[in-house]
């Protein structure tokens, strides 16, 4: 069995053990294997009716309830803020026509980016075809595309009939491209090694270690920033370590307790951290989150692999080298009834014209 053929095994596993919700406390899915032209990939599979299920799964909640949410980045334009909610409220009936809360994701590795495999026409001919033989009344989606490393890719999905839907403004590192460290890149190794924190490694991780990673996490992406987001377990965290799907990292306080934590999931020549989190109590100048993105970078420097530095804190990753590109999500509803048809083509158009000028405008 190939490496990645055991990495998808152990993720269907472990939701066929566990379920869903015990992993991700605001998830419904089954989780399945699809093997397809020489690629093995995890699939996930909705079959409506749930709202508000995470957007990893539900794209309905993805460009809606998220959505606004997402509006917080414009803050400092109360106007605009608040026609982006009203054009958001107004659309949302057109977005649940869709019915893409009833779908199949391929490649769907639970994590909010999911990076991408190498596609071509053949291969998303063969994926329409036989998903939609299996699938008949789902739509087909494959998120976390970008124009940086997934042209190819987008390109061989529009043309077998997928309908290219805008997500976000992403950042990415190229740990092959990048030249000399950016004056913040210094700052923030010479903070990883003056800090008085200790730093521990995937081997580092015990079984209580996975309980406070859980907490971490939620005080940075779920109180501070939305629940909404993925609601991760220490069950899920120690099940993905335990398979070496996370590659787990931190710092511990002089108590030994972790006081930030990193996770990582490669794929490919791809590097992402779905994880992380920090004690948001500490002090600002412990730099708790430049430490965690510090050595995920310096590593893709090191390993020349494309850092992924998914959305948000659009600022801070371009100082340290980081380039925009627009991601996707891919869709196929061309086998659906013409009313979800409709409405994809519709949201498709008002994201295309709308969407991505305003993140580019804003440099979100």
């Given at each position: 069995?190939?490496?990645?053929?055991?990495?998808?095994?152990?993720?269907?596993?472990?939701?066929?053990?566990?379920?869903?919700?015990?992993?991700?406390?605001?998830?419904?899915?089954?989780?399945?294997?699809?093997?397809?032209?020489?690629?093995?990939?995890?699939?996930?599979?909705?079959?409506?009716?749930?709202?508000?299920?995470?957007?990893?799964?539900?794209?309905?909640?993805?460009?809606?309830?998220?959505?606004?949410?997402?509006?917080?980045?414009?803050?400092?334009?109360?106007?605009?803020?608040?026609?982006?909610?009203?054009?958001?409220?107004?659309?949302?009936?057109?977005?649940?026509?869709?019915?893409?809360?009833?779908?199949?994701?391929?490649?769907?590795?639970?994590?909010?980016?999911?990076?991408?495999?190498?596609?071509?026409?053949?291969?998303?001919?063969?994926?329409?075809?036989?998903?939609?033989?299996?699938?008949?009344?789902?739509?087909?989606?494959?998120?976390?595309?970008?124009?940086?490393?997934?042209?190819?890719?987008?390109?061989?999905?529009?043309?077998?009939?997928?309908?290219?839907?805008?997500?976000?403004?992403?950042?990415?590192?190229?740990?092959?491209?990048?030249?000399?460290?950016?004056?913040?890149?210094?700052?923030?190794?010479?903070?990883?090694?003056?800090?008085?924190?200790?730093?521990?490694?995937?081997?580092g991780f015990g079984p209580g270690d996975f309980e406070q990673s859980a907490?971490?996490?939620?005080?940075?992406?779920?109180?501070?920033?939305?629940?909404?987001?993925?609601?991760?377990?220490?069950?899920?965290?120690?099940?993905?370590?335990?398979?070496?799907?996370?590659?787990?990292?931190?710092?511990?306080?002089?108590?030994?307790?972790?006081?930030?934590?990193?996770?990582?999931?490669?794929?490919?020549?791809?590097?992402?951290?779905?994880?992380?989190?920090?004690?948001?109590?500490?002090?600002?100048?412990?730099?708790?989150?430049?430490?965690?993105?510090?050595?995920?970078?310096?590593?893709?420097?090191?390993?020349?692999?494309?850092?992924?530095?998914?959305?948000?804190?659009?600022?801070?990753?371009?100082?340290?080298?980081?380039?925009?590109?627009?991601?996707?999500?891919?869709?196929?509803?061309?086998?659906?009834?013409?009313?979800?048809?409709?409405?994809?083509?519709?949201?498709?158009?008002?994201?295309?014209?709308?969407?991505?000028?305003?993140?580019?405008?804003?440099?979100?």
């Amino acid at each position: 069995m190939t490496v990645q053929g055991s990495r998808v095994d152990a993720l269907v596993d472990c939701f066929a053990r566990h379920g869903s919700a015990a992993l991700i406390a605001n998830l419904s899915t089954r989780v399945e294997r699809l093997d397809l032209n020489g690629h093995v990939f995890p699939i996930t599979i909705n079959d409506g009716g749930r709202p508000g299920n995470c957007y990893i799964c539900n794209p309905v909640t993805g460009y809606t309830d998220y959505a606004i949410e997402e509006t917080r980045n414009f803050v400092s334009h109360p106007l605009l803020r608040r026609g982006l909610v009203g054009l958001i409220r107004a659309t949302a009936p057109v977005l649940r026509a869709t019915g893409l809360d009833r779908s199949v994701h391929v490649n769907n590795w639970l994590f909010s980016t999911n990076p991408a495999p190498d596609i071509d026409r053949a291969t998303a001919a063969a994926m329409r075809d036989g998903l939609v033989a299996r699938f008949p009344a789902h739509g087909l989606l494959i998120r976390s595309l970008n124009t940086y490393a997934d042209q190819a890719a987008l390109d061989a999905l529009g043309a077998e009939g997928f309908t290219l839907l805008p997500s976000r403004q992403i950042y990415l590192f190229d740990g092959c491209a990048t030249g000399a460290a950016t004056k913040d890149m210094k700052r923030d190794r010479a903070l990883l090694r003056k800090t008085p924190l200790q730093m521990v490694g995937n081997d580092g991780f015990g079984p209580g270690d996975f309980e406070q990673s859980a907490r971490l996490y939620a005080q940075l992406y779920l109180d501070k920033y939305t629940a909404l987001n993925p609601q991760y377990t220490a069950t899920f965290l120690a099940e993905m370590h335990r398979a070496g799907l996370l590659c787990m990292e931190g710092f511990r306080d002089a108590d030994g307790r972790l006081a930030a934590v990193g996770g990582r999931f490669v794929y490919g020549r791809t590097l992402t951290q779905p994880l992380l989190g920090y004690d948001t109590s500490r002090p600002q100048k412990d730099g708790l989150y430049r430490l965690i993105t510090a050595t995920a970078q310096r590593d893709a420097m090191d390993e020349g692999l494309l850092f992924n530095m998914s959305a948000g804190a659009a600022g801070f990753k371009r100082l340290r080298g980081a380039v925009p590109a627009v991601e996707y999500s891919a869709v196929y509803t061309r086998h659906l009834p013409g009313g979800q048809r409709r409405a994809t083509a519709v949201i498709s158009g008002l994201l295309t014209r709308i969407g991505i000028p305003l993140l580019q405008r804003f440099e979100l």
